[in-house]
């Protein structure tokens, strides 16, 4: 990860170029006029770009859906054909063509490295939809110009021989060039890594579907003890601090643009105060340390909203909390919060500073390096693997010690937002006594309490990727969420398909009313 946000830099020149017609680029390769073949390490980048960039608009839907943040119609469970329109279209027309291509050209030129690349990423993005979305165009998707919807749990199916393709792939010769390879710079062993870590991923999320498969792949994987288990094998993306073009992470060009976008969840912020969390200085900035909800001047900062409130926003910009340093690469909140004590518990006010956090700190913040931009958008990482490897024990009697897993898998994510924040890092005796609290609560608990611990701190680590949430909840009905304000509709097991698709796609235009109110009252497959 340490070179991806310089590689990330010197290719933003020709991402327009990529993820604008990438269709295009495909088709001038087959002018029998001109033969020419395209070239894998331009395709492979331009294929990873598309999957970040098109990430966003589902990341942040989820993460209304699932209280991250608050903001939107989500925030409501309100949704339209128009809501992910933009990542629908984005990976069909861009990511899926070239990583088709890629496969395709590879395996004629026999390249296998790349090939296993793009088809370990295919099984990423089509997993990825399928849990979004349920039944999405898969085997004639990028072949044909309507191609036919397919059962998800069909996908996941061909999704896990996928995997297990490349990796035998990869042993044909795996030879990238590292500097067109964003995530792990054309290293075999990583990519490894990821790809057993994405089966275990598969296998985890089909438990309740297939449990029989799911426990003798899981056991497998574990005792092929190949998988992504430190924070430099994650499968993450590192922005950059240019701003034209805009490299910065969306939160955080969002966030800090003088409209701002939404509010910060305040069940992020009761959630983590309560617990004694010191992981609410990077999720949240104060702009004014003395206001409170409903724009008022009387609280600590925390000017957020409860999740479903549909009022209307006032003139709030310079008053309302905006994300923090982590995920976006925004600024360490350092000011005072005047209900804690000075030394006391894990989240408290030492080294703190007295007076707006607006102006009297952000120059100083600016200085030491925050407030850049340069976040991280967490893909398939440390953190989630030992999530999954504790709700594997505990659910799937894996013989692992889901306590161990569960206070590494929070550590692991402290020391990822320390990565993020030099400056002002989480102290290591910190996160050594949270983790040995929690451990101490764990151990304490019913089998059924233990669960609750494991997927309420995941929820709270997950806190960038609300995509991983919303699976989450969905598959285990864990941690709870809050009741809404004003809800306009009930909880959306599916994601709406994009209208246009609806629109013009022939196969399913007779049904598409239909359907799309299925995707919000009926679950995906993987949910029993």
Known sequence: MKNTKLKFLSLLTVTAMFLGACADFVDINNDPNNPTSPQLSLLLPATQLSIVGNFNTINRGASNVIQHRAAGNLNRWDQTGGTFQATWLGYYTQAIPDLEAMINVGTEQGSWGYVAIAKLQKAFLFGLMVDVWGDVPYFEAAKVSDPKFDNGEVIYDDLLRLIDEALLDMDKGFTVLSSADLFYQGSKVKWTKFANSLKFKLLLQTRKANPTRSIQGINALLQGNNLIESNVDDFSFLFGTNTAPDARHPWYSTAYSPGRDGY?????????????????????????????????????????????????????????????????????????????????????????????TANSFRLVLFANGDGTGAGRQPLLTNTMMRFYRAEAALTLNTGEDAGLLLSTAVAANMQSINSLSPAFPIPAATITGFTQRLVTQFNAASDAEKLEIVMMQKWIAMYGNGVESYNDYRRTGLPALEDLIAPLDVFPERFYFAETELTSNETVIENRDQLQRNQQIVPVFWKK
């Open 264 to 356: 910060v969840s305040m069940v992020v912020h009761d959630r983590l105060k309560a617990q004694d969390d010191p992981r609410l200085r990077y999720y949240i900035f104060r702009i004014n340390e003395r206001a409170g909800l409903a724009n008022s001047q009387v609280g600590e900062g925390y000017y957020g909203r409860y999740p479903g409130d549909g009022a209307a926003s006032p003139a709030d910009q310079n008053t309302r909390a905006i994300v923090g340093i982590y995920p976006s690469g925004g600024v360490y909140d350092n000011g005072r919060i005047p209900s804690l004590g000075n030394t006391t518990g894990f989240l408290n006010n030492v080294g703190s500073t007295t007076g707006s």
